[in-house]
């Protein structure tokens, strides 16, 4: 009987982390930013579209549901600059649609003009302002989908 009680222990433990990230957890730390870049203040998103999404989200609330919190990371380096915005909502993200149409319009997926991606993981929602290719997007995404399987 003890190993079972121990094991849903661990169990329990598991999943409860699972689900109490919070956007701190989910923004780069310092050593896990690309060699190279350094942080910047305020938003330098490839397209005008996704920083507008951003600063007002509210105004969207009633598409997207409600922002409980949000964040920004900038950067910049020789070759590459921008933005990932870290979205949690108070329920599941139910904006899926609108945003392609918002970040991509008829083009309905990434474009140079509009290179950003984003994920949608329950109530987090991660967009990338990046070049395709970044190694801030690579290191982002391979962080968020580890915290956020």
Not at 48 to 65: L, R
Not at 79 to 106: A, P, T
Not at 122 to 130: A, E, H, P, T, Y
Request: net charge neutral; charged share 25%; proline share 6%.
């Amino acid at each position: 009987m003890k190993p079972t009680i121990l094991l849903s222990t661990l169990f329990l433990l598991f999943t409860t982390n699972l689900f109490s990230q919070t956007l701190a957890d989910l923004k780069l730390k310092p050593k896990e930013i690309p060699k190279g870049y350094t942080p910047n203040d305020g938003n330098i998103c490839v397209s005008p579209q996704a920083c507008n999404f951003y600063t007002d989200i509210e105004t969207y609330s009633n598409i997207v549901g409600t922002v409980k919190s949000k964040a920004i990371q900038s950067f910049k380096n020789k070759g590459d600059k921008g933005s990932i915005m870290y979205f949690e909502f108070d329920h599941v993200f139910k904006g899926d649609r609108f945003l392609q149409g918002l970040l991509w319009g008829k083009a309905g997926e990434p474009t140079d003009e509009h290179p950003e991606e984003y994920v949608v993981k329950g109530k987090f929602l991660i967009i990338w302002s990046l070049k395709a290719d970044s190694p801030l997007k690579e290191k982002s995404e391979t962080k968020i989908e580890t915290l956020l399987p």
